[in-house]
């Protein structure tokens, strides 16, 4: 033992050999706060350089027990710093206030639990631990910094509260790896909480938690994020003064839903059983966005409130089942999704037809095709068909937008007539109407024959007929003389029946092609 330790210090010291926790609290609650206003004295202070010394060659343990830091109310003065050590003994400190730095760059632990204790800044990248990090209900004034870091089961920051450091960051965890579930649940985060390139080995849970970071681009900016199970951001239970994790909870519990100010980017993430967005409020300022490109999940649950304000970006997003809402998405302009694939839609509640018209709409503010038929397809393959032809006919409203004016007058003709051929019900009627009208006009007519003796005795009804079916001839056409306005008629029944006959062969044509 060295010979300048302070009682506190040797204290600690022989706990250490005993395995034993060491507590300098005092038993009131309002002075044992450690991110209170309480001044802790010398009496509860220890030096850093004493706890690294223990950590890294520390005493053997006493016979029959197991050496261990547990600290418990205690002020560390100077820089905790074990850089590039190799900690074997158990870590845990609870309720401590630390007045500088931890440096843990490049350290290997077993476990390091930091319980509610008041950290100015955590350096940690490359940090590696056997077991846990443990960081619940810790304040962290400058940031965390675990930039590479190898966790090897859980990693636990529930209930932390993270103010941004120098770059504007809270949590710097690009190429962060956990063996087993990341919970950072009800966090409050006040700057960019940073994962790019991270994997999670099993869920990664943000129920709860509070992203702000309104002043810069992303409060969550986790592009090429791996999770082998679920990214929860929803509401967590809330009981005081602790929080209940897991589960996303029942009705009629006491919640606190998850709250993101600024955006969100997950582009090119992969997320093997969903994307959980359940009752999620995202207020977003017009450069913000909740970017989703290209990410691949079992299941996106976009159960959200209304996004207020930003962007929904799916383009290129492969998604299994698409369970949504209609209050939940955005409405024109603020919603893109070019390229998005969903193989099942499993609305929640009543989400009609011509509100999901609406949902493709929004997603185009000028004309694509291609969201319109990735939803039929989806439609036909559950057996809508009837739906699926809606939305095809709602594609080709759409797109006589973007047609010149003959092209505009075409499109109305054949939206008219025949509904772009995907009715085809109401061509028959067209024909029946034009074959029974033209029927009994010309029923009151006497044509001259072209040829005396040569043609077929007249017939109104079926020399209607011959007018109004193109190509076919049944042998009364060409025999007779049209005079005056009764040319006229022929010839519009002509030209009507070729525009019925090219509708109908565009809507076989297409029926052929769905096949």
């Known amino acids: 033992m060295p010979d300048d330790l302070t009682p506190a210090e040797v204290g600690m010291w022989q706990a250490f050999r005993n395995g034993s926790r060491y507590k300098l609290s005092t038993g009131n609650p309002l002075v044992d706060d450690p991110h209170g206003v309480y001044h802790w004295g010398e009496e509860r202070s220890v030096r850093a350089r004493v706890i690294c010394m223990l950590m890294l060659a520390g005493p053997p343990a006493l016979d029959g027990r197991v050496s261990a830091i547990k600290l418990t109310g205690v002020r560390v003065t100077g820089y905790l710093d074990v850089a590039g050590g190799t900690v074997t003994p158990y870590v845990e400190m609870k309720d401590c206030r630390f007045e500088k730095e931890v440096l843990l760059p490049e350290t290997r632990f077993t476990t390091l639990r930091l ?9 940690a990248t490359r940090l590696h631990t056997e077991g846990d990090l443990h960081l ?80 810069g681009k992303y409060a969550l900016n986790a592009p090429q994020l791996t999770v082998e199970r679920s990214l929860y951001l929803t509401p967590a239970a809330v009981s005081d003064p ?12 006491r919640v606190q839903h998850f709250e993101c100010r600024g955006g969100i980017r997950l582009d090119d993430g992969r997320f093997a059983d969903a994307i959980d967005l359940d009752r999620a409020r995202l207020y977003m300022g017009e450069e913000h966005q909740l ?36 209050a939940s998405w955005p409405g024109p302009g603020h919603l893109e999704m070019n390229g998005f694939a969903y193989d099942n839609l499993i609305p929640v509640d009543r989400f009609p037809l011509s509100e999901r018209l609406a949902w493709v709409e929004a997603a185009t503010p000028e004309y694509n095709p291609e969201p319109y038929e990735r939803l039929a397809s989806v439609l036909r393959a559950t057996g809508e068909d009837s739906e699926a032809r809606e939305v095809l006919l709602a594609k080709q409203r759409r ?20 509904a772009y051929g995907y009715r085809p019900g109401r061509a028959a009627l067209w024909m029946a109407v034009l074959w029974a009208l033209g029927g009994w006009v010309f029923s009151y007519y006497e044509p ?6 040569e043609g077929p005795a007249y017939n109104s009804v079926i020399h209607t007929l011959d007018l109004i079916l193109p190509v076919i001839n049944l042998g009364q056409e060409g025999h007779w003389r049209m005079a005056g306005g009764w040319q006229w008629l022929a010839s519009s029944l002509i030209l009507l029946g070729w525009v019925l006959a090219t509708t109908v062969a565009a809507g076989v044509s297409r029926v052929l092609r769905r096949g």
């Open 242 to 253: 602790m929080y209940t994790a897991g589960a996303t909870p029942a009705h009629g519990t």
């Open 448 to 453: 001259e024959e072209m040829r005396i003796g």
């Open 115 to 123: 319980s509610n204790c008041s950290i100015p800044r955590l350096e």
């Open 291 to 326: 970017a989703l490109r290209r990410v691949h999940t079992s299941e996106l649950r976009f159960l959200g409130e209304r996004p207020q304000g930003g962007k929904v970006v799916l383009s290129g997003a492969k998604v299994t089942n698409l369970r949504d809402a209609s």
């Open 399 to 418: 797109r006589r937008q973007t047609l010149p004016l003959a092209g505009k007058l075409w499109g109305y003709a054949q939206d008219w007539m025949v």
């Open 136 to 215: 619940p209900r810790c304040r962290v004034h400058r940031g965390i910094r675990l930039c590479d870091a190898r966790i090897g089961t859980d990693l636990l920051l529930s209930q932390a509260v993270v103010h941004h450091d120098r770059n504007d960051r809270t949590i710097d965890a690009d190429g962060l790896s956990v063996g087993q579930d990341l919970q950072a649940e009800l966090i409050e985060s006040y700057g960019e909480f940073r994962m790019r390139g991270a994997k999670v080995g099993v869920s990664l849970s943000l129920r709860g938690s509070r992203l702000l970071n309104e002043a």
